[in-house]
């Protein structure tokens, strides 16, 4: 039993934060999720041909039946394996993107009512709850996470959602470039499952300076870092060359005609902005997500940002001279969970929730981004 649960009268709400790779679970409340875990089913097709890897990502669905059936098996997974408590009658929080796909939301909240019979779910917007925890209303969130880079500025506390920005920056671009680079210098592809990848990519890749970068993208000689050897299955050595462990991150900086790596999003959701807005956001950035927690990734960011500056997409529109990052008081692959945990700890919990009465009603779940229309959805 949660200690919550003997020491309050009140049950902690559960905090939920689905990510495309990672999910992260805890209570209401506290300062760090439970448990963080991979966001996969069993695949009962797999498993009956004897694959060897019968796992499918959560949200990889042929259609709308099988996303619901596989989120109840996720939920079921999480309330009885992990917080180990019966989900009847409890109160939910789901910390998710403004751009979450509607289906995704309705199948999630039909499971929880329906499926668990859970008392009320609290949805909360990932990059306006991230300022919670630094204790400001103002910011430029930057989302780096497996699928995608979503920009998102807040102003005041509110989200300018038409200024946002987003592109498929992220891990699964990084993973897939170290897997091909692996498969050229002659490593086999079934010892690159998707743990190894990973691995190789924490353990021995890092964002090189924007100088090194442009030598390279100019096929100028120089120094690189040095190789490595990553032991695998306990007798496979796999030799990770310098210039791949300096240049994986680079899909997130590519140079192209349509000018849309990461720091040309940032600039571009700022250039929607109002231009009274422009200077606080650009003072006030948070990295959040998992990527953003590689070595040198903030300090190149911040280097590609003042070059497009002086560029001139961006020299008669944008005047700007600086930018401030915030360092939250969580890792940047849980804060926004954190962000979560904080509201879930106050009343709008019980204000601002949708109650199992209401949704039995009118199944149709309002947009949290409008919150005179949240009051007319009967919530509790």
Request: proline letters at 5%.
């Amino acid at each position: 039993m949660p200690l919550f649960d003997s020491v309050l009268q009140e049950k902690p709400a559960i905090v939920l934060e689905m990510g495309h790779a990672l999910t992260k679970l805890g209570y209401a409340g506290e300062p760090h999720p439970r448990s963080i875990i991979p966001s996969e089913v069993l695949d009962h097709k797999a498993k009956s041909a004897n694959r060897t890897t019968p796992n499918r990502k959560l949200f990889d669905y042929a259609n709308e039946s099988e996303l619901y059936d596989q989120l109840v098996e996720f939920l079921k997974m999480i309330f009885f394996k992990y917080v180990l408590v019966s989900p009847k009658e409890r109160k939910i929080v789901i910390v998710e993107s403004v751009l979450c796909p509607t289906q995704i939301r309705e199948n999630l909240a039909k499971a929880l009512f329906c499926h668990f019979d859970v008392s009320s779910i609290y949805y909360v917007p990932l990059h306006l709850v991230v300022l919670s925890t630094l204790a400001v209303d103002t910011a430029l969130v930057v989302d780096v996470g497996y699928k995608e880079a979503s920009v998102v500025p807040v102003y005041s506390g509110v989200q300018a959602v038409f200024a946002f920005e987003a592109q498929n920056l992220a891990a699964e671009a990084i993973h897939e470039y170290i897997k091909g680079e692996l498969i050229l210098n002659g490593v086999e592809e079934h010892l690159l499952t998707d743990y190894v990848v990973e691995d190789i990519k924490v353990r021995t890749c890092f964002v090189t300076t924007r100088e090194r970068a442009c030598k390279w993208r100019s096929e100028e000689k120089f120094e690189t870092c040095p190789d490595v050897d990553y032991p695998i299955k306990g007798d496979e050595i796999i030799k990770i060359p310098g210039i791949l462990r300096e240049t994986a991150f680079e899909v997130l900086f590519p140079e192209d005609n349509d000018h849309l790596n990461l720091a040309n999003i940032i600039l571009n959701s700022i250039l929607k902005c109002p231009k009274d807005m422009r200077k606080a956001l650009a003072e006030n950035l948070v990295l959040v997500g998992g990527t953003t927690m590689v070595l040198g990734l903030a300090a190149r960011l911040k280097q590609e940002l003042a070059a497009l500056l002086q560029s001139d997409q961006y020299r008669e529109k944008l005047f700007i001279k600086t930018f401030k990052f915030h360092k939250p008081p969580a890792k940047a692959n849980f804060t926004a969970w954190l962000g979560g945990s904080i509201y879930g700890a106050t009343d709008l919990v019980l204000t601002k929730s949708i109650a199992r009465e209401a949704y039995s009603k009118n199944q149709q779940l309002p947009d949290f981004t409008n919150y005179d229309e949240t009051r007319s959805h009967g919530r509790i």
